[in-house]
C-alpha cells in the first residue's frame, strides 16, 4: 500500500486494520494468529471489547493533567500497584515505553548512590534510546555509548550462575556501580531462563556492596509468567521494576517501580519533567487491566494456559526434527530451529516467517533467527495453540 513511512525496517506485504482478540484482519479481510499479541502488548488480546469500553468510558472524564496534579485515577493506580508489589511496597510513576522506564531507573540509580556505572548482562536487551541501548546486549550496537558500563555474561546453568554472581561481585566491590540491571528472562538476547538461584546471589552481592537491583520487567512483568511480576516468581525481591507492553494492554505506557525505602522524605528531590507522566489516561488503561485480570482470574488462566502450549510445543519435538530446545514459563515460550549444516539462520528464517504469514499464523525469531519465540495474548485458546504448532510442523517441512 502506498505510505509516506521512514523505512526504518522490513514492513511484511500485508497491511492490517482490524483486531480481534488472538487474531487480527488484513485490509483484504484475511486473518492471522498473532502468536506475539502485537509485539508482546495487546495481553488481553486484541481489541478486547470489555476492556476497550471501560477505558473509553474512562478517556471520556478526564485524559492529562499537568504534571505537578494529579487525578484520582492516578492515585488509585499507584495504590493498586502497590499492593500488587507485596513485599516490595512500591512507589511508581507512570511513563510511556520500556526504554523511558528504564532510562528513568539508570539515572535515578545514580542519583540515589552517587555513582556513575551499570551493570548489565551481556545478553541483555533494554531498549534503544541512548542509556538503554549503552546497556543492551553490553552496548555492543550502541553508537554512542555512554560511560561506565559494565557487562557480566548471563547464566543458564546452576554453575554459569554461581560464575556470574562471583564476576559481579568483583565488580561491585570496586565502588564504582549504582546499579545492576536484568530480564529476568532474557527475550531477545534467545530466550534464556536464568536459574532461580541466581536472582538470590545477585541480591546478596547487591546487598553486600551498597548497589541497587533493577528487574527489567517489560516482557516478564504484569501477568505474563503467571504471576503479577517475575521476581514474586524468583522470590527475589528487587529495588527498581520496569513494567511496559502488557502493562499498556496495547497503549503506550510503562512504570518504573520503587521498593519503598529508596524514595526519599523530601519532597522534590527526585523531580522528573516529561509531556506524559503520571497521564489519567495511562492509569485507566492499568487500573482496568488489573480490574480485568482479577475478576477473570486472568493469573490462574496464564499458567495453565503456558503449561498447555509448552506441552505441544514438546509433542512437535518430538514429532519434527527442525525445532529443538522447546521450553518456557508461563505465556513465555521458545525454542530453536534446526537444519542440518545451516549455521546462518537469518534466510531460513526469513523464508518461515514469510510462508507461516501466507498461512495465517504470525511468529517471530530472534538471536540471528535461530530461536523462535512465542508471547501470545493471555486468553490464548487451545485451538488457537493447535492450529499454531500444525501449521509450523506442516511449513517447517516444506522448508
Ligand atoms: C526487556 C525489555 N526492556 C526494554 C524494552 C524497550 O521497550 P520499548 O521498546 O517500549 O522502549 C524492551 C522492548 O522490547 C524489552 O523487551
Not at 523505512?7 to 484482519?25: A, K, L
Not at 539515572?107 to 534503544?128: A, E, M, Q
Not at 555474561?153 to 550462575?161: H, K
Not at 488503561?285 to 482470574?297: A, Q
Request: charged share 25%; net charge negative.
Amino acid at each position: 500500500m502506498e505510505n509516506h513511512l521512514l523505512p526504518i525496517i522490513h514492513f511484511t506485504e500485508e497491511v492490517m486494520s482490524r483486531g480481534e482478540g488472538s487474531y487480527v484482519y488484513d485490509t483484504e479481510g484475511k486473518k492471522y494468529l498473532d502468536l506475539n499479541s502485537g509485539q508482546f502488548c495487546v495481553a488481553l488480546g486484541h481489541s478486547n471489547e470489555e476492556v476497550m469500553s471501560k477505558i473509553f468510558e474512562k478517556a471520556g472524564k478526564i485524559v492529562h493533567t499537568a504534571s505537578n496534579i494529579y487525578t484520582d485515577e492516578v492515585a488509585e493506580c499507584s495504590n493498586k500497584l502497590n499492593k500488587l508489589s507485596g513485599e516490595m511496597d512500591a512507589y511508581s510513576i507512570l511513563l510511556s515505553t520500556g526504554s523511558e522506564a528504564v532510562e528513568f531507573c539508570m539515572r535515578f540509580s545514580k542519583f540515589l548512590k552517587g555513582r556513575d556505572g551499570v551493570v548489565c548482562f551481556d545478553r541483555g536487551y533494554h531498549g534503544l534510546t541512548l542509556g538503554s541501548q549503552t546497556i543492551t546486549f553490553g552496548g555492543k550496537f550502541a553508537k554512542p555509548h555512554i560511560d561506565n558500563i559494565a557487562t557480566v555474561p548471563v547464566p543458564v546453568t546452576e554453575e554459569e550462575a554461581e560464575a556470574s554472581a562471583e564476576e559481579l561481585g568483583k565488580l561491585l566491590a570496586t565502588g564504582q556501580y549504582a546499579s545492576v540491571i536484568l530480564e529476568p528472562i532474557v527475550s531477545v538476547g534467545g530466550m534464556l531462563y536464568p536459574p532461580e538461584k541466581w536472582f538470590s546471589l545477585l541480591r546478596k552481592v547487591c546487598d553486600d556492596n551498597d548497589t541497587l537491583l533493577i528487574f527489567d520487567e517489560s516482557q516478564t512483568g504484569f501477568g505474563r509468567t503467571g504471576e503479577w511480576f517475575a521476581y514474586q516468581a524468583f522470590h527475589t525481591v528487587p529495588d527498581m521494576v520496569v513494567l511496559a507492553k502488557s502493562v499498556g494492554l496495547g497503549f503506550p505506557v510503562s512504570v518504573a517501580m520503587f521498593r519503598k525505602e529508596l524514595v526519599p522524605d523530601e519532597t522534590y528531590r527526585m523531580s522528573h519533567y516529561s509531556s506524559h507522566q503520571n497521564d489519567s489516561f495511562a492509569a485507566a488503561i492499568i487500573n482496568t487491566g488489573i480490574e480485568y485480570i482479577e475478576k477473570h482470574d486472568v493469573l490462574a488462566g496464564v499458567k495453565v494456559r503456558g503449561d498447555l502450549f509448552l506441552e505441544k510445543l514438546k509433542a512437535l519435538e518430538e514429532k519434527n526434527e527442525h525445532i529443538k530446545d522447546a521450553r518456557g514459563h508461563g505465556l513465555m515460550l521458545g525454542c530453536e530451529l534446526y537444519y542440518e549444516g545451516v549455521e546462518d539462520y537469518r534466510p531460513l528464517y526469513a523464508k518461515l516467517y514469510d510462508r507461516m504469514m501466507k498461512n495465517g499464523v504470525i511468529i517471530q525469531g530472534t538471536n540471528g533467527g535461530h530461536t523462535l519465540r512465542f508471547l501470545p495474548d493471555y486468553l490464548l485458546e487451545e485451538e488457537d495453540m493447535d492450529l499454531a504448532v500444525e501449521t509450523l510442523d506442516r511449513v517447517l517441512n516444506e522448508l
